[in-house]
């Protein structure tokens, strides 16, 4: 059954054109399960970018005994995902435990004030109608949710749609998935 599941939900996510960012996302959510109940009761993760996985954790000597587990951390939360993704992670003794509805840090959008359409969010609860395991189809209509949120702040913040791929790249920078893709040099927008 895991393997249909997992059909199903990259059926779906490719279908919607968020492979690479609900990978990288489900590091985070996939978290709690991977590393069990007292690990994630004294650490939580609150970013993922470039196979790097940073980490808070509730004090200096819970960041070394977590260091001293990385490399089976890393083993297990990419066997949870289905693929190599996370390549580190970074230990970051915060004194507290950081919550996933935490207020963002400077630079970062607050998502918690971004409200979706109606149909948006009807979107959403279709394309995660089919999922049969009620936790995954939780989970995954989260992240297409946030990843709607997020889409929607950069537009409101000068985001701009690149007219050769249709990727949101920020302003004054160039397309790095049209560049990526060697379709040349990518064009600042």
């Known amino acids: 059954m ?8 990259d059926e779906t996510v490719k279908g919607l054109g968020l492979t690479g960012c609900l990978e990288e996302a489900m590091a985070i959510f ?3 399960e991977a590393v069990g109940e007292k690990v994630s009761e004294n650490a939580q993760p609150y ?3 470039g196979g790097i996985l940073f980490v808070s954790v509730a004090s200096p000597a819970w960041a070394q005994e977590l260091t001293s587990m990385k490399s089976g951390l890393i ?37 918690r004030k971004i409200d979706l359409k109606q149909g ?3 979107e959403v609860e279709e394309a995660t109608r089919s999922i049969q395991d009620g936790e995954i189809r939780k989970k995954l209509a989260e992240l297409l949710l946030l990843d709607k949120k ?5 537009l409101k913040n000068g985001w701009r749609l690149c007219p050769t791929c249709g990727a949101l790249v920020e302003p004054g920078k160039a397309c790095l998935t049209c560049h990526r893709g060697g379709q040349g040099q990518p064009e600042v927008l």
């Open 75 to 111: 083993c297990e939360l990419n066997r949870c995902l289905g693929k190599e993704l996370v390549k580190d992670i970074r230990f970051q003794p915060r004194g507290r435990r950081l919550p996933r509805t935490a207020a963002p840090t400077e630079g970062e959008p607050d998502l």
């Open 47 to 49: 970013l993922f970018r």
């Open 150 to 154: 997020l889409r929607a702040w950069k």
């Open 30 to 32: 996939i978290w709690d």
């Open 120 to 122: 948006e969010v009807r």
């Open 2 to 9: 895991l393997r249909a599941l997992r059909d199903v939900l």
